[in-house]
């Protein structure tokens, strides 16, 4: 075990079973902060199994026996008001933001399972990155698409790839540059953003408002600019969001899906029949751009960004008018000058930089005939270099 973990490991809640309630939760802040000075994503405590945290997608182990039910029900609910406590004993789950001052905030999901109760937290970094910091290859394309005033910008890719950070740092980015009204609605807050040129209102499901349609609803009559999204989970949520892009707003949202094809089939797919040419006629219109994304383990140890980039013109526009995703992937082929990047393109130039292993690009290149290539030219042995033949001394007309 890493000295890094190793202090983790050294934590009372681990080493001391004695604890009472107070120290309980002055060790768990304890833990917490520590796992964000030691640049952890998340921290997992669940009873009658060992405590780990996961960096840079890897889970590091730093207690060497299972947590007893006990001590790991103390932990998670160490933290929690009273009417979190009840929300948990009536649900089984709560989910929850934790702060500690102005730099420590984290996002845990609180739930009971056999053996007693786990609680899972990430860690949120304390401020918002750049965009040229995000490791999209060009910032440019993010840019134009936050110069719209209106339309639906998606934010994509599953757990753990970095989906809430990027919407932080968009947002954020329209709120240094523009004189606008941005209305953020999240479960929970992550990222905290003080207006700066704009001014900036956050709200969080289940405390500030019922549901994101709730809150998405009354954000219409607010007089907004600019609304972000946590997640478009339903169809009452895409609904609105859809009709509040078309009717003069910048809409930002996340959506958990793989690449741009099948976002844009969840997001059409949601409504029933007898709305589909509607609805596919209104995102044709709206839509400005989806953002792809997933974090690959590097050579050097941390984390790397694959993305994927469509920006919406006149031929994805009538791909999804007329209801022919499957040839979505030719036209972002076609489409690189507008600042179109595929998944596969992303892994390969990761490759070829030498950012990524060959595994690593293998296990994430969906077209076959790309991967089979990559492969037999790994596996090919480069030829060994011929010694040149000597010069010969030439006749002296040259003829033989």
């Not at 890094?4 to 079973?17: E, G, K, Q, R």
């Not at 960096?55 to 008001?81: F, M, S, V």
């Not at 999804?320 to 082929?333: D, T, Y």
Request: with cysteine; hydrophobic share 45%; charged share 20%.
């Amino acid at each position: 075990m890493s000295t890094t973990f190793a202090a983790l490991a050294a934590n009372p809640l681990f080493t001391d079973p004695a604890l009472d309630d107070a120290k309980v939760r002055a060790a768990m802040s304890r833990l917490l902060a520590d796992c964000q000075s030691a640049g952890v994503s998340d921290l997992h405590l669940s009873a009658q199994a060992r405590a780990f945290v996961r960096q840079h997608g890897q889970i590091h182990y730093i207690t060497e026996k299972p947590l007893p039910a006990d001590i790991a029900e103390a932990a998670n609910l160490a933290l929690l008001d009273e009417e979190q406590f009840k929300e948990l004993q009536d649900t089984s789950d709560l989910e929850l933001a934790l702060a500690f001052g102005n730099s420590q905030r984290f996002r845990a999901c609180i739930t009971i399972h056999k053996w007693g109760v786990a609680g899972s937290y990430r860690i949120v970094p304390a401020q918002t990155r750049a965009l040229d910091a995000l490791g999209y290859p060009d910032i440019e394309v993010l840019h134009r698409l936050l110069a719209f005033h209106n339309g639906l910008i998606l934010v994509t890719g599953p757990a753990n790839s970095g989906k809430t950070a990027t919407l932080a740092a968009l947002a954020d980015e329209v709120n240094r540059t523009r004189s606008d009204h941005v209305i953020t609605v999240e479960d929970p807050i992550e990222y905290v953003l003080p207006s700066d040129q704009c001014i900036v209102t956050q709200r969080q499901v289940g405390t500030h408002t019922e549901s994101f349609s709730t809150a998405l609803r009354a954000a219409l009559r607010q007089d907004p600019d600019v609304i972000a999204i946590g997640e478009l989970r339903d169809l009452e949520t895409i609904n609105i969001a859809i009709t509040a892009a078309e009717t003069g707003h910048l809409v930002l949202g996340t959506m958990h899906t793989a690449d741009a094809a099948s976002t844009l089939s969840r997001l059409l797919d949601v409504f029933p029949p007898s709305q589909q040419a509607q609805i596919r006629a209104m995102v044709s219109e709206s839509l400005r751009g989806i953002l792809c994304q997933k974090l690959l383990p590097a050579v050097d140890g941390g984390s790397v960004l694959a993305t994927e980039i469509l920006v919406a013109n006149l031929a994805v526009g009538n791909l999804i008018r007329e209801n022919k995703l499957q040839n979505l992937a030719s036209v972002m082929e076609t489409g690189v000058r507008d600042g179109m990047l595929t998944m596969d393109s992303s892994v390969l130039a990761l490759f070829r930089a030498g950012r990524i292993t060959l595994e690593t690009a293998l296990d994430n290149i969906g077209n076959r005939a790309l991967r089979a290539l990559l492969q037999n030219a790994a596996n090919t042995p480069a030829e060994p270099a011929t010694a040149e033949a000597p010069a010969t001394e030439k006749k002296r007309f040259g003829l033989f």
